[in-house]
């Protein structure tokens, strides 16, 4: 991988941030050798569109302690796909049916993925 560890160390952030406001199927791509414009993907889903803006607020709110800002948010008024430029990586957020759609994986999966190493929080019981 070429991706910095500084970068690695960001996303990581992120992804545990959208962990912990419960997001879906949390993945990490380097991209780096097919895209000039950043490094890395970091892409999670929501079942509905609160959910996929409070995730993007974690997010951005784990990244700002460490004063780490987006260049860029799109998409946040629908909350359908929510797309959050660091430069070096971008975050995308989507809507369980967007991300059906537009399986942005399938893009992407000749690039190596990037081990996360998140702590997924623990099932709730159903009773």
């Known amino acids: 991988m070429t991706v910095p560890d500084s970068v690695l160390q960001h996303v990581r952030i992120a992804a545990q941030a959208a962990a912990d406001k419960l997001a879906d199927d949390i993945v990490a791509f380097d991209v780096s050798q097919h895209l000039a414009i950043t490094d890395v993907f970091l892409i999670a889903s929501a079942g509905n569109e609160r959910q996929v803006g409070a995730i993007v607020d974690g997010i951005e709110e784990a990244l700002l302690k ?51 190493d998140i702590d997924l929080p623990a099932p709730v019981d159903a009773q």
């Open 66 to 116: 460490i004063k780490v800002k987006p260049l860029r948010r799109e998409g946040d008024r629908e909350n359908r796909w929510v797309l959050l430029d660091y430069v070096d990586f971008v975050v995308h957020v989507q809507h369980s049916e967007e991300r059906t759609l537009y399986s942005l994986e399938r893009l992407w999966k000749d690039c190596p993925a990037i081990h996360l």
